[in-house]
């Protein structure tokens, strides 16, 4: 950060949690510099500020991945579901986080015991392969399927597609099938169950674009379920799987 301003650079965008004070600070002696902040925000002594020269863009991707983990709950055949990521993010550390409280929701409500691997909600520690090359998902989903999941959960982007690659690797067995977390994804497949993307990138871009002109405004842009910035995808077939409650739940959490 200090050899961008150094630099001289203009705009700084950040990204992730674990920027938040740096950037704050930044912000404050730096008053001709733009910031835009990434799903986080600006904070001084753990309250939230609004510096004039900072936006944040910040996505509830969560409140998706935590009504995915519920409908995953209520559609696994061998009660096993499995989650990896590829790059570790503290985006991609709370999305897993809110898979599994999903599912941990659903097995409070029925009394299941529903398991979702590759996450340890005690430690808040998940398995990542450090890339999100599809070859390094794919082995990761292999291994799942022959440990017993069903529903692969990749937190990869454009990498999910390994997960697809196993899943063909292992016959296409249609009982084993994909809940897509992020971006990039291909259309009209029957192995994905649903799919929580987010218009997040876009606005971002969009900040990006503002700060380079006059129109720069330091309203911060929350993407959320209720306003379309946060989508769960429809379960189109997968739909007929559910039983009346579950989607009745669903349907209420999206109230």
């Given at each position: 950060?200090?050899?961008?301003?150094?630099?001289?650079?203009?705009?700084?965008?950040?990204?992730?949690?674990g920027?938040?004070?740096a950037i704050?600070?930044?912000a404050?002696?730096n008053?001709?510099?733009?910031?835009?902040?990434v799903?986080?925000g600006?904070?001084?002594?753990?309250?939230t500020?609004?510096?004039?020269?900072?936006k944040a863009?910040v996505s509830r991707?969560t409140q998706?991945a935590?009504m995915a983990?519920?409908a995953?709950?209520?559609?696994?055949t061998t009660g096993?579901?499995?989650g990896?990521?590829?790059v570790?993010t503290?985006e991609?550390?709370?999305l897993?986080?809110?898979?599994a409280?999903?599912?941990?929701?659903?097995n409070?409500?029925?009394?299941?015991?529903i398991?979702f691997?590759?996450?340890?909600?005690?430690?808040m520690?998940?398995?990542?392969?450090g890339n999100?090359?599809?070859?390094s998902?794919?082995?990761a989903a292999?291994?799942?399927?022959?440990?017993?999941?069903?529903i692969?959960?990749?937190?990869?982007d454009?990498?999910?597609q390994?997960?697809?690659q196993?899943?063909?690797?292992?016959?296409?067995?249609s009982?084993?099938?994909?809940?897509?977390m992020?971006?990039?994804l291909?259309?009209?497949l029957?192995?994905v169950?649903?799919?929580?993307?987010?218009?997040?990138k876009d606005h971002?871009?969009?900040a990006?674009?503002?700060?380079?002109g006059?129109?720069?405004?330091?309203?911060a842009v929350?993407d959320?379920?209720?306003?379309?910035?946060?989508t769960?995808?429809?379960?189109?077939?997968h739909?007929a799987?559910m039983?009346?409650?579950l989607?009745?739940?669903?349907?209420?959490?999206?109230?």
């Amino acid at each position: 950060l200090d050899a961008l301003l150094k630099g001289g650079c203009t705009i700084v965008v950040s990204e992730g949690q674990g920027m938040t004070q740096a950037i704050t600070q930044a912000a404050k002696k730096n008053s001709s510099v733009r910031f835009i902040t990434v799903n986080s925000g600006f904070e001084s002594a753990n309250k939230t500020v609004e510096p004039s020269n900072g936006k944040a863009v910040v996505s509830r991707a969560t409140q998706g991945a935590y009504m995915a983990g519920y409908a995953s709950a209520g559609l696994t055949t061998t009660g096993t579901i499995a989650g990896f990521g590829g790059v570790e993010t503290s985006e991609r550390q709370a999305l897993m986080d809110a898979f599994a409280q999903g599912v941990d929701a659903y097995n409070l409500s029925y009394g299941t015991s529903i398991r979702f691997e590759g996450w340890d909600t005690t430690r808040m520690r998940g398995t990542f392969t450090g890339n999100d090359d599809p070859a390094s998902i794919k082995d990761a989903a292999s291994k799942a399927l022959a440990a017993g999941a069903d529903i692969l959960v990749p937190f990869a982007d454009g990498g999910n597609q390994g997960a697809l690659q196993a899943l063909e690797a292992a016959g296409n067995n249609s009982a084993q099938r994909v809940v897509w977390m992020g971006d990039d994804l291909p259309s009209d497949l029957l192995q994905v169950i649903t799919a929580v993307t987010t218009t997040t990138k876009d606005h971002a871009t969009e900040a990006i674009t503002s700060a380079r002109g006059n129109d720069f405004s330091t309203n911060a842009v929350i993407d959320s379920l209720d306003n379309n910035g946060v989508t769960l995808a429809p379960f189109a077939a997968h739909e007929a799987l559910m039983t009346p409650e579950l989607k009745d739940s669903l349907a209420s959490m999206r109230q």
